[in-house]
Structure formats: structure tokens, C-alpha cells
């Protein structure tokens, strides 16, 4: 059974530093595309940033230049290097991972920046 599992979220002051990790198991197949999403209390689910099999990473605006998504293809697992934090930051973490034929999401991690 393939399992998803977002880890790596918590309490940070602004301006501090995460990284969330989103681990794939239990698969026939390894990483190819993955997605970051974000939901904020009250809001709707939002795409972060994504990466492709070759590591090719695209970020939306809010983010740029504060967030890396990053890749181990080895270990099936993706990365994403949160800088200097805001509180609009705060919010669950999801990843989604696109298998050959279905996507698979985790459970999520949570963010929490306080203002």
C-alpha cells in the first residue's frame, strides 16, 4: 500500500527556518512529480511549489527566493527548505505524489508562525 507522510512542521518564530520532508513507501514506482500545497485556516488548499523527476522546481510568487523544494531520489523522498517565515505562512503542509496512474497525498504536517 502506498503511504505519503509529510514530516518536519512545527512552531518557528518569523524570520525562522523548517524543513518539511514528504517520504514515499510502499510504492512499485519511485518519485517522479511532486507537489507542496498549503491550507490556512479557512482558506482554500494552495499549490507552493512543485519539482519534476529531473529536479526542475517551480515556486508560486509569495514564496520565491524563501522556499526550496529539493529532491532524494534514492531515499524516495522531497524536501522543502522554508526561510525566513512569516506568519501568513502558517498553514498544514501537504504533498502530493503523482504515481503512474493515481496521486497520492499525505496527512499533512503543520506550520505554525506566530505574529
Known amino acids: 500500500q502506498v503511504h505519503v507522510v509529510e514530516s518536519g512542521g512545527g512552531l518557528v518564530q518569523p524570520g525562522g527556518s523548517l524543513r518539511l520532508s514528504c517520504a514515499l513507501s510502499?510504492?512499485?514506482?519511485?518519485?517522479?512529480?511532486v507537489h507542496w500545497y498549503r491550507q490556512a485556516p479557512g482558506k482554500q488548499r494552495e499549490l507552493v511549489a512543485r519539482?519534476?523527476?529531473?529536479?526542475?522546481?517551480n515556486y508560486v510568487d509569495v514564496v520565491k527566493g524563501r522556499f526550496t523544494m529539493s529532491r532524494d531520489n534514492a531515499k524516495n523522498t522531497v524536501y522543502l527548505q522554508m526561510n525566513s517565515l512569516k506568519p501568513e505562512d502558517t498553514a498544514v503542509y501537504y504533498c502530493?505524489?503523482?504515481?503512474?496512474?493515481?496521486?497520492?497525498w499525505g496527512q499533512g504536517t503543520q506550520v505554525t508562525v506566530p505574529s
Open positions: 502530493r505524489v503523482f504515481g503512474p496512474a493515481n496521486d497520492y
Open positions: 510502499g510504492s512499485t514506482f519511485s518519485l517522479d512529480v
Open positions: 519539482i519534476s523527476r529531473g529536479g526542475s522546481t
